[in-house]
């Protein structure tokens, strides 16, 4: 389960996607957003979902990297499922046993959320599979750059992002080896009661932590050394500019989000 966790992975590739600014990403991901929650119905989920795929093909990202990384949240799907399905009402009841009241209006709103929330995680995978840590630093503190006025240190806030989601890929690989030893000396994580399984990750959580603070003090000396002073007076390998495939891109999910808050207040299906 836990390699299935590909959050921060970064694949690199030559793909359109690939090739576009940080920035042009980082504000399509936020106008994708916009737009899957703006949308209400089959009709504008759709024209999201046509937008996800589209965009999924052409960065040439594989489709079961994608599906890997649901596996984790399927508990979360199955329990949003459920609650939207027996606590909506409306539409026309299918089922009635005792307190269970199944409705169509039920039925769509489980199986929009659901579609809701794995769009919602596939957009922001893209994000990272296709964008380099060090060029989704750069974009977020150019982004962030007029937040500097009023004294907020945009440089520091990026990278702190930007080392998070770094790392995500080897704490993950760090827990898997520490379960695979633990496992090795008698340790149970799989079987017992909720409480038992609680405290079976107690030999797991310390080490784990250890390890990661291990690695941030690492990383801390490595900067230093390297004469590293945040951002003031740093300058860059690769600077950053815009193309017309970027003001291309930018106004095609400006239009996306039009489109979306137009259908559906005349559309709602």
């Known amino acids: 389960m836990l390699k299935d966790i590909t959050l921060g992975q970064f694949f690199p590739g030559d793909s359109l996607v ?13 106008l994708y957003i916009i737009a899957l929650f703006s949308a209400n119905g089959f009709l504008t989920y759709g024209i999201v979902f046509f937008v996800l795929a589209l965009s999924v093909a052409v960065s040439r990202i594989s489709v079961k990297s994608l599906v890997r990384g649901m596996k984790p949240v399927v508990v979360i799907l199955v329990f949003t499922g459920l609650l939207n399905l027996l606590y909506t009402t409306g539409g026309t009841e299918l089922v009635a046993i005792g307190f269970v009241h ?11 959320m659901i579609a809701r929330i794995l769009m919602l995680i596939s957009g922001t ?15 977020m503190e150019q982004l962030m750059n007029p937040l500097k006025v009023i004294k907020v240190p945009v440089h520091d806030l990026a990278m702190m992002m930007s080392i998070a989601l770094r790392f995500i890929p080897t704490l993950i690989e760090e827990t898997d080896k520490i379960m695979s030893a633990q496992k090795a000396r008698g340790a149970d994580f799989e079987t017992g009661s909720v409480i038992e399984k609680a405290k079976a990750m107690v030999p797991l959580m310390v080490p784990l932590f250890v390890s990661a603070f291990r690695r941030a003090d690492e990383l801390a000396t490595a900067m230093e050394c390297r004469c590293y002073h945040g951002g003031e007076g740093r300058t860059r390998l690769h600077q950053l500019h ?13 239009v996306l989000v039009l489109l979306i808050i137009v259908a559906g207040r005349r559309f709602d299906l």
Do not use: E, Q
């Open 242 to 254: 815009y193309t017309s495939r970027d003001y291309a891109v930018l106004a095609l999910f400006a």
């Open 125 to 139: 995978f893209l994000l990272t599979y296709t964008t380099s840590p060090i060029a989704l630093t750069d974009g």
């Open 18 to 30: 690939h090739k576009l600014d940080p920035r042009t990403k980082l504000i399509c991901v936020v």
């Open 102 to 112: 199944i409705t169509t209006g039920g039925l769509k709103k489980a199986f929009l």
